[in-house]
């Protein structure tokens, strides 16, 4: 446990637009969340590209520009109702939809020389119960899908294992009330309802 006279550093990233979406509800969830901020957390967004090859190197260059103790990590799952806590990244990469920058992997690994998986070393099944018991619709899952937003947690899950003072978490979440939808009959959460979830699994993080 920190002491309440430091301020944690938390990054907090989100993706840019991607596919057919002229928004990412993961971008917009980060800055509110910054606009709204936690108490004793000093709270840093950035932007990462939706890029198999490109995203790795982004996440460790803005790892090495804040020095956090916790990455928190967002992406967009349009179709999802809930708030999705992932607990584990695969090391493989596959797709059926071009990432920004027109590629397709086709079951290739992330690291040849690397585990199969890795896990979050956070408290993952106290944080989802914390967010539940707010009344907002939340879920552990056992997958990250295999498409760039698993790519950039099994960095950020490297990043851990070579700096075991640094934790990080994956959360994906649903389209947002008022984003421009693919079809309008798909599910969203409101970004205020959204950016508490994450507010929640921040203030919790560290004292559970
Ligand atoms: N979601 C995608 C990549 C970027 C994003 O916001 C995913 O789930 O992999």
Known sequence: MLSNSKALKVLVTGFEPFLQNK???????AEKVAAFGVDNTDIVIEQLPVSFFRVGGRLREVVKKHSPNIIILLGQSGGIDYVKVERVSLNLMDAQKADNDGYIPDEEPI??????????????????????RKGIPVKLSNSCGLYVCNRTYYEALTICQENPEIQAIFVHLPYYKGQT????????????????????????????
């Open 23 to 29: 928004q990412n509800s993961s971008w917009a969830v």
């Open 111 to 132: 690291n040849i020389n690397a585990p199969t998986a890795l896990f979050t070393s956070t408290p993952i099944k106290s944080l989802v119960a914390e967010v539940a």
């Open 181 to 208: 939808l693919p079809d309008d009959s798909l599910p969203t959460l409101s970004l205020n309802t959204m950016a508490e979830a994450v507010q929640i699994i921040i203030e919790k993080i560290f004292y559970l």
